[in-house]
């Protein structure tokens, strides 16, 4: 290959990556536009987990003058990402895909399908499970005499938060399989290592989480599974070596 070939494709792989991009943003706004007309319906719905809790006559504030406009519109930005994140994974994967072995393209798919699945399913669970214990909790050990009146933007931040440290730990069993495929571990050695695992799993719950042991639980409980989950995953897609190597060990 001379230079100017060479040349010539790291440039065409330039303009499939800009157009890859534009195409993921142009999905991106168009979801985005969707959405804007519901947003203060999407920050309504979001926040119906603390206002289930609040005492009576009590209720969210605004605490700055643009946070009206400006919390609804960043909710819905956050929504659009996640909601087209299927299209932009795959403008991602039509990028990169053609460079992939067969093997790797097998492998490749189904792990991108069980993160989002995983980040979806954590994001869940945190919204219809988690808030409402946290906010309950939080209630309950309010002060006598002090109105809980939280700020929307505040509000907004603090759920967002624990979306995005949910969603990112139940990727748990695809970060270990991804690791023992890179040949980083051994599904012996994630079993090995699971007393370890568990002391991390709770010191990382209760970093990300609010301060309360319930919360705590409610994640570290479920990231224990789903790193049981990652070890028998890891075992099915291993390599032949690596698993004839840990029955031999075992």
Known sequence: MTGADGEGHIFDHLLELRSRIMRGLAGLGVVLLALLPFANKLYAWLSAPLVAKLPEGAHLIAVEVASPFFAP????????????????LYQA?????????KREKNLALPLLASSLLLFYTGCAFAFYVVLPSVFGFLTMVTPEGVAMMTDINAYLDFVLVIFLAFGLSFELPV???????????????????????IVGIFILAAVITPPDVISQLMLAVPMCLLYEAGIVAARMLAPRGTAAGENGTE
């Open 73 to 88: 519109l960043k909710l819905a930005f956050f929504a659009a990402m996640v909601t087209s994140m299927p299209w932009l």
């Open 93 to 101: 994967w039509a990028f990169v895909a053609p460079g992939l072995y």
């Open 175 to 197: 970060a270990l399989v991804i690791l023992v495929l890179l040949g980083w571990v051994t599904p012996a050695q994630l079993k090995e290592g699971r007393g370890y695992a």
